[in-house]
T-cell receptor
Framework: AQKVTQAQTEISVVEKEDVTLDCVYE???????LFWYKQPPSGELVFLIR??????QNEISGRYSWNFQKSTSSFNFTITASQVVDSAVYFC?????????????FGAGTRLAVHP | GAGVSQSPRYKVAKRGQDVALRCDPI?????LFWYQQALGQGPEFLTY????????KSGLPSDRFFAERPEGSVSTLKIQRTQQEDSAVYLC?????????????FGPGTRLTVT
C-alpha cells in the first residue's frame, strides 16, 4: 500500500529559526514522484516542489531546501531563517500513477507557526 | 490568468439535504480531480475526470456522492442526503496534462458543514 506519514502535527518556532518538516513514504513502485504543498489560511494548496525517485540530489530554492533519501524513504523539507509568512500547513504527497494519471496521496500535514 | 475557482466557498446544510459543489478549472485543462479534506487531515482523492470522462471514482465514499463534468470543463460534485461525516473541505484541482507526472493546480475549496 502507498502511504505518506508526517509525524509532526504542529511545530512552533520563532522567526529566523531554521525548521525541518519530516516526511516518510511507503510505496512498492520503483518509479514514483514526491511533492510538497503549502496550504495557507486561505485554503488553496500551493505547489512547492516535485521530485522523482531517480533523482536523489538535494534541492535548494531560496530559503527552502529538500533532502530526498531513498534508503530511509524520506523526503524532508527545511526552511532556513523562517519568517511569519511561512506560517501554514505543509503537506507531503506521493504520486500514484498506476491508473496512468497522477493521483496524489497526501500525508496528514504539519502545521507550522512562526512567531515574531 | 485565472486559477481554479470553486463555489460556494462555504456551505451549511442540514442533515438530509442535497448539496452541489461547483468547480471551474483553468481554461483548457483536461484533467480534473476532486479531493476531500477532513479537519486536521490531508486531502483524500475522490474522483478523476479526463475531459468529460470519469475515469476513476474509486475514492467516492458512498453512492450518495456523484460527480459530473458533462462538457469537459466545469464539474459538479453532488452529495445527496448529507450526513455529518460529510463535513469537510472539498478541493478541486486541474491540470493541462493527462499522463505522466504533472503539477495539479488547486482551487480554494468549498467548506461544507452539515448540521
Amino acid at each position: 500500500a502507498q502511504k505518506v506519514t508526517q509525524a509532526q502535527t504542529e511545530i512552533s518556532v520563532v522567526e529566523k529559526e531554521d525548521v525541518t518538516l519530516d516526511c516518510v513514504y511507503e510505496t512498492r513502485d520503483t518509479t514514483y514522484y514526491l511533492f510538497w504543498y503549502k496550504q495557507p489560511p486561505s485554503g488553496e494548496l500551493v505547489f512547492l516542489i516535485r521530485r522523482n525517485s531517480f533523482d536523489e540530489q538535494n534541492e535548494i530554492s531560496g530559503r527552502y531546501s529538500w533532502n530526498f533519501q531513498k534508503s530511509t524513504s524520506s523526503f524532508n523539507f527545511t526552511i532556513t531563517a523562517s519568517q511569519v509568512v511561512d506560517s501554514a500547513v505543509y503537506f507531503c504527497a506521493l504520486s500514484d500513477i498506476s491508473g496512468g494519471y497522477n493521483k496524489l496521496i497526501f500525508g496528514a500535514g504539519t502545521r507550522l507557526a512562526v512567531h515574531p | 490568468g485565472a486559477g481554479v475557482s470553486q463555489s460556494p466557498r462555504y456551505k451549511v446544510a442540514k442533515r438530509g439535504q442535497d448539496v452541489a459543489l461547483r468547480c471551474d478549472p483553468i481554461s483548457g485543462h483536461v484533467s480534473l480531480f476532486w479531493y476531500q479534506q477532513a479537519l486536521g487531515q490531508g486531502p483524500e482523492f475522490l474522483t478523476y475526470f479526463q475531459n468529460e470522462a470519469q475515469l476513476d471514482k474509486s475514492g467516492l465514499p458512498s453512492d450518495r456522492f456523484f460527480a459530473e463534468r458533462p462538457e469537459g470543463s466545469v464539474s459538479t460534485l453532488k452529495i445527496q442526503r448529507t450526513q455529518q461525516e460529510d463535513s469537510a473541505v472539498y478541493l478541486c484541482a486541474s491540470s493541462s496534462r493527462t499522463s505522466g507526472i504533472y503539477e495539479q493546480y488547486f482551487g480554494p475549496g468549498t467548506r461544507l458543514t452539515v448540521t
